[in-house]
């Protein structure tokens, strides 16, 4: 029988919750427990795939094709249980549920209203697909007194007396801010969170107060004497050097110990955290350091890169060097700005995925750059198909080459997919489509040439990876590219879908389709990011 661990937050947002949850599993999960994480979101929108990354950071994608929000990212990398459809709930989304059964009569003519049929929408996806686990952790997007937020506020109301006594718990993440100029931590702003949640009916059975000083004793004990819970439930969670020493410093400050005591958990085993403890050696003693040239268009917010950003230091963590990751704004290139002055002190350039014309010149500019200058390059999904269009005008002589993508052109070397096969079937999509949720979305088996490049650095030539995209290479340009030098050396099975392009008389120079960013972990480095840190480390040796 699953128990339940519903995480809210309070006084402001982008406290932490997402990485509070994820590193609370992980520490449940060096214990010998199996979880999982979910995450209820409660804006309109039915996912966040049509929201720009500027407006809610990346989109991250499961394996079974959901786009969802990126705390999910930080639930796989730290606990390694992948995540999937049912793990993320939007308001939109339930909505869009139970007005579709509104129109289908299944309601029999019943006046629907948020009390019962959507806090009952919201309990059924908290209690779906819960066999075998020990415990679900189910955090609630935004904060306590957002409207958006109160009909999940009830549901989990409503779950925690649904439930048998002692299977659920309520964690209540709240701000303890410190005032410079008073020289103190504030505890009223806690106390007023946790009266508004009380307010709604729920009582916190843990508070994780995030504050940037150590949290004295004795306003441990004003929280819990006004917060009405055990001083020893008051965690302090100051800011941590690294998201990955955040696991072992909740250990030392006692949450998971005081989650298990609030089940009544007595005979746990001790917390395995050795792994977590060769990240962080290997983190805090590096061998030497790379800096990486990201050449983006959301370089401005860098969560819109998220699971890029983590990779890459995983990378060097595979590697036992420093990342210096240096976000480039391709647009810039277009409008005036050096290219070889900013990308000359690079030991790798990286492309990164996404969507429209802005910025693209200059994201060729930086692919030749990197291919003419023998530069380790890696570019991912939007990046590869820039990496194809460099590599038919410079290498091809398609001087026209460029993508339906960004307007009519007369030699699309990449264009919009319109049928492929998945394990639903045959998918079709037309121009005129719906943007939410059409692309080619999820885990896409591809077959690797046994020689290439890639072949080496999987150790395989069957693989699986995650895309999201709507636009492909043309495989018809297939023979000229390779004649210039750019290698299809991984294709969709039936073998119409170029996955990976590579150069083999360049260093190092790969393009996949596919966001191999989203299956990085720090104990399990995506063999691609390990491989291109090394050959940055190679290349570092060389300046």
């Known amino acids: 029988m699953a128990r339940y661990i519903f995480i809210t937050g309070g006084v402001v947002s982008s406290l932490g919750k997402g990485l509070m ?33 500027y407006q809610h950071g990346e989109v991250y994608v499961t394996d079974d094709g959901a786009e969802t929000d990126l705390d999910l990212g930080h639930y796989e990398r730290f606990t390694g249980v992948s995540a999937r459809q049912s793990d993320n709930v939007t308001q939109g989304r339930v909505y869009q549920t139970i007005i579709q059964r509104e129109r289908r009569g299944d309601y029999l003519g019943a006046t629907v209203q948020v009390i019962p049929h959507v806090t009952d929408e919201i309990k059924a996806f908290a209690l779906a697909d819960t066999e075998d686990l020990d415990f679900v952790l189910c955090e609630i997007g935004g904060t306590v007194g957002d409207i958006e937020s109160l009909p999940f506020m009830e549901a989990i109301r409503q779950l925690h007396n649904d439930l048998d006594r002692g299977q659920s718990i309520f964690v209540h993440v709240t701000l303890v801010p410190y005032i410079a100029a008073a020289g103190e931590l504030k505890t009223k702003p806690t106390q007023h969170s946790v009266r508004e949640l009380t307010s709604l009916g729920i009582q916190p059975d843990i508070l994780l107060c995030r504050c940037e000083k150590p949290l004295p004793e004795s306003e441990r004990r004003k929280i819990a004497l006004f917060c009405n819970v055990r001083p020893e439930a008051v965690i302090p969670a100051l800011d941590a050097s690294s998201i990955y020493a955040v696991p072992q410093q909740y250990h030392d400050e006692g949450l998971d110990q005081e989650v298990l005591r609030a089940f009544g958990i007595t005979d746990a085993p001790a917390p395995e955290l050795e792994r977590w403890d060769d990240i962080m050696d290997r983190q ?55 290219l070889v002055a900013s990308l000359e002190p690079m030991h790798g350039i990286l492309v990164p995925g996404g969507f429209g014309v802005r910025g693209s010149e200059g994201k060729i500019a930086s692919v030749r750059f990197a291919r003419e200058r023998n530069v380790p390059f890696f570019g991912i999904c939007l990046g590869m198909q820039m990496a194809c269009i460099e590599g038919a005008r410079n290498t091809a002589g398609i001087e026209h080459a460029s993508t339906t993508e960004f307007g009519e052109t ?13 394990s639903e079937g045959l998918q079709k999509r037309t121009a005129e489509t719906d943007l939410g949720g059409t692309m080619r979305l999820g885990a896409y088996p591809a077959k690797l040439t046994g020689n290439s490049v890639v072949a080496g650095i999987y ?10 995209h709507r636009y492909e290479v043309n495989a018809g340009y297939r023979e000229p590219l390779e004649k210039g030098g750019l290698i299809f050396s991984g294709m969709s099975p039936d073998g119409t879908l170029p996955e990976i392009v590579e150069r083999p008389d360049h260093p190092w120079f790969v393009g996949v389709q596919f966001h191999p960013e989203l299956k990085s972990k720090p104990f399990d480095p995506h063999p691609l990011f390990a491989s291109f840190i090394e050959a940055a480390v190679k290349q570092s040796r060389l300046v």
């Open 21 to 53: 949850a994820a590193s609370l599993a992980a520490l449940l999960q060096a214990r010998g427990f199996r979880v999982r994480i979910r995450k209820f979101d409660p804006y309109l929108n039915v996912d966040p795939g049509t929201m720009s990354p």
């Open 284 to 338: 805090l003693n590096p061998e030497g350091e790379v800096t990486i040239g990201v050449v983006g268009k959301y370089v401005g917010l860098l969560d819109a890169y998220k699971s890029l950003h983590e990779a890459l230091h995983h990378g060097g963590l595979a590697n036992r060097v420093k990342v210096n990751i240096k976000w480039i704004d391709a647009e810039l290139f277009e409008k005036g700005d050096d």
């Open 410 to 422: 007369s030699e699309p070397v990449v264009g919009l997919i319109t049928e492929w096969m998945s």
């Open 459 to 468: 150790n395989a030539t069957d693989i699986s990876e995650r895309h999201r």
